[in-house]
């Protein structure tokens, strides 16, 4: 039972060391590596056309640049505590038709692009209300007059009928 004990308890003990020794070597190896362009987020992800857009990259240590067909190329600066992170505002063209974007960054002399990172929607037509025609048509003056006329009506036969119960 004892022996039982001691060769579970090695089993862990050597179970653990793997795991450090294989961990140990990936997170040096990280630490070593060039900054890349990574993880780019874009808020918000649906926007209208002429508004503002704030784009985020990890593994950009030192700025870069931000492209898409929707807007012209911006800046990205780095964000001061965060590591290796930079992020850079961008507002979207008043002329940009709706639909889908990518959005292709530049950093350290790498370039990634975020294919569908946002969405451009389109405006509504208005200011008439959503007519077609200008004006009133002759029917619509027949069945507006006819209205009226009745109102006119039905208003003068009831004060008189009140006047006439006065009399009584």
Known sequence: ?????????????????????LAAPVAVARDGMDAN??????????IARGGQLTVTVDGCTGGGFMTSPAFGRASLTPINGANRTARG?????????????DITVGCSGRTLTRPAAFTVIGGVRGG???????????????IGGGLVAAAVLAGGL?????RAERRI
């Open 89 to 101: 505002t961008a507002t979207v063209n008043a002329n940009a038709r709706p639909g889908t974007y």
């Open 128 to 142: 008439l209300g959503g007519s077609a025609d200008t004006g009133a048509t002759p029917t619509d003056m027949a």
């Open 1 to 21: 039972m004892r022996t039982t004990r001691v060769l579970a308890a090695s089993a862990v003990s050597a179970a653990a060391v793997a795991a450090l020794g």
């Open 37 to 46: 362009p990574s993880n780019i987020v874009v808020l918000p992800s649906v």
């Open 158 to 162: 009831f004060w008189m009928r009140r």
